[in-house]
């Protein structure tokens, strides 16, 4: 495990032992055989794919799962003897090297497979066939467009239906009328094939933690929860262990000074303080992904809440503190300080937003500091 030299105070600290755990927790409860597909597409949820993935194997999981080529490419780089599967669509310009490279491609199109029939591989290419049972976004949705899709497969050389799956839109909802009409399409398109593909697939996180172990099949894929979050309030009441949180946000004060009752702060002059108060200055801002609509969001300094004020600068924000602090006082923004916590859940409370995008918009400038 490598970190980076930081010089910038700014950092996200990514806490492996507790993806090891939350990894570990789930292949406890998994029937026998079920493989646990790691998915560690958006840079692992923004938490570092190549750190993330090595910790998920080595806890049990045994193939990673991304979304785009790019990032299958860049999974092969670290990772030569992983199956490693793009869950999204693929352009026929990537087949040569998915082929070459044991990648496995999710496939919904017939015409695709045509056009990917006349690259010039000499190696199987494994394609994973989606079925569309209610998401809408991609994948075959009718009897007949499974049909062909299979056969053009199958009659193609070098082609192997190596699995087959779906996405659940509402997995992590109480109501299940819809959830469970996914299920019966899906089991009823998957008796349609001559032959069960070797990895059949349908468990996302909601799916994996809180449904019937039947529909584990062959293979479950680990996302959000991997991380430490659950997918929905809805699942966080009902979870089978407990999860632990890997992303915290850090910083220190690089300023503080004192303003008078009446002076304003940051652009625009939206805030104006209404008594002599303390203003501390954070280096870190929208271009790192602590977009302008967290002002008002509290960060921890001593252990005691402080609201950010004014406008959110590109590279800095101001906040509010309770008393003087010395310049390199820690800012903690997302974690545990002093035994108060200020949860990756707030900040999406903050946003309007699911917990899923929080970590994700923190960008690259911000580096990923690596503790076990």
Same mark, same amino acid.
Request: with cysteine; aromatic share 8%; proline share 5%.
């Given at each position: ?172 909802e109480e109501d299940t009328k819809y959830f469970d009409k996914q299920v019966k399409m899906f089991k009823d ?86 008594? %002599?108060?303390?203003?501390?200055? #954070? /280096?870190?801002? &929208?271009?790192? *992904?602590?977009?302008?609509? $967290?002002? !008002? ?17 590109? %590279?800095?924000?101001?906040?509010? #503190? /309770?008393?003087? &602090?010395?310049? *390199?006082?820690?800012?903690? $923004?997302? !974690? ?37």
């Amino acid at each position: 495990m490598e970190n980076i030299q930081c010089f910038r105070p700014t950092k996200a600290v990514i806490d492996l032992q507790a993806i090891r755990d939350n990894v570990v927790h789930l292949k406890n409860m998994l029937q026998p055989e079920v493989q646990i597909i790691a998915v560690v597409k958006a840079n692992a949820y923004g938490h570092g794919d190549i750190e993330v993935a090595r910790t998920a194997m080595e806890a049990g999981a045994t193939i990673l799962a991304v979304a785009t080529p790019d990032e299958a490419v860049h999974m092969r780089e670290y990772f030569p003897q992983v199956g490693i599967l793009v869950l999204g669509a693929t352009p026929i310009s990537f087949v040569p090297y998915a082929a070459a490279n044991d990648i496995m491609l999710a496939v919904f199109s017939q015409e695709w497979v045509e056009q990917a029939a006349k690259q010039n591989i000499d190696r199987s290419l494994k394609l994973h066939i989606k079925i569309d049972t209610g998401m809408g976004r991609i994948g075959v949705s009718t009897r007949d467009e499974l049909q062909q899709l299979y056969d053009a497969i199958t009659a193609a050389s070098h082609m192997l239906v190596d699995g087959v799956f779906t996405h659940f839109a509402t997995a992590d909802e109480e109501d299940t009328k819809y959830f469970d009409k996914q299920v019966k399409m899906f089991k009823d398109f998957l008796q349609l094939l001559p032959k069960k593909p070797r990895l059949v697939h349908v468990a996302n996180t909601a799916t994996s933690l809180i449904k019937d172990a039947s529909l584990q099949f062959d293979a479950v894929r680990y996302g959000i929860s991997m991380y430490g979050l659950a997918p929905s309030p809805y699942v966080e009441t009902i979870l089978p262990f407990p999860l632990r949180p890997a992303f915290s946000l850090q910083t220190e004060l690089v300023y503080v000074k004192k303003i008078k009752a009446g002076q304003s702060v940051g652009y625009g002059a939206t805030y104006t303080a209404e008594e %002599d108060c303390y203003v501390g200055t #954070l /280096p870190i801002g &929208y271009a790192d *992904g602590m977009i302008r609509k $967290l002002c !008002g969001q509290n960060v921890l300094v001593d252990g005691k809440f402080a609201p950010i004020i004014g406008r959110i600068c590109m %590279d800095q924000c101001m906040i509010l #503190l /309770p008393t003087a &602090y010395n310049i *390199g006082e820690k800012v903690t $923004l997302i !974690g545990t300080q002093q035994g108060v916590t200020i949860s990756i859940d707030d900040w999406a409370g903050k946003l309007e937003t699911i917990n899923y995008e929080v970590p994700c918009i923190i960008t690259n400038r911000v580096p990923r500091i690596y503790s076990n």
